[in-house]
């Protein structure tokens, strides 16, 4: 099973993209992230005829998270728990069958938190404690289990061209490197650095400053496992390339293959 997390940054400006996608990589699973339309707007007909099932929570101009899938899903959950006045749409999850059993799969969009200290700061480590509890829960089921998504956080150094650019942002900022440790030290696995500890490995380039022309990026896209799909893990890629297409996103897909 191949499974994609892509932040497309508006799903409808980047329609041909996403198709193009589907086309040359052929993923069995594909989370989106940041779709910046509701439900009703998501192009399902465009994507007819793909072969992929899709499962949305929209979000008028903002955020938005949706899971494809060339098999249908079962179990689909809207919503991370812990907080019933949240409405940002901002978490999917669903089961996934493979040739040899499920998958369980969060698509996750994890809060900016920028400015810190602010609200928003404050509402991005209260919802990584909810994702910790979440998570916690999920592992006692003993499932192959994969979180995927943008999760607005460099967890070390090297994952940043220029670490210095970074220290007073809320993506790079102690406390919410220590909450994704924590995420890890509840058993999970990092699929990435599972593969390799190299540097220069990003996944995100900013728009300004000829970032991607400098290769001045991030890595914030993160594939997260359970110890049962981490003992299925195959590969891992990075497709860089979509980042040079004609108005790409400022993301790129993260792909992972597991023998389920």
Known sequence: MRIATWNVNSVKQRQEHLLRFLKEEAPDVVCLQELKCQDDAF?????????????????????????????????????????????????????VPGDKGVVRIACIYLPNGNPAPSEKYSYKLAWMDRLHAHTRARLREEEPFVIAG?????????????????????????????????????????????????????????????????NNGIRIDHMLLSPQAADRLRSVTVVRHTRGWDKPSDHVPLMAELDV
């Not at 490197?177 to 999970?188: N, P």
Request: net charge negative.
């Open 150 to 214: 943008d999760f607005n956080v460099i967890p070390e150094p090297k994952d940043a061209a220029r670490p210095e650019q970074w220290v007073n942002d809320a993506l790079f900022l102690p406390p919410t490197r220590e909450k994704f440790r924590s995420l890890l030290h509840l058993g999970l696995c990092d699929a990435l650095r599972a593969t390799t500890d190299a540097d220069g490995i990003y996944t995100f380039w900013d728009y300004q400053a000829g970032a991607w022309q400098k």
């Open 43 to 95: 192009p399902r007909l465009e994507l007819d005829g793909t072969g992929y099932n899709i499962a949305v929570r929209g979000q008028k101009s903002f955020n938005g998270v949706a899971i494809l899938s060339k098999r249908p899903m079962e179990d689909i959950q809207l919503r991370l728990p812990g907080d019933d006045s949240d409405e940002q749409a901002r978490f999917i999850e669903a089961l």
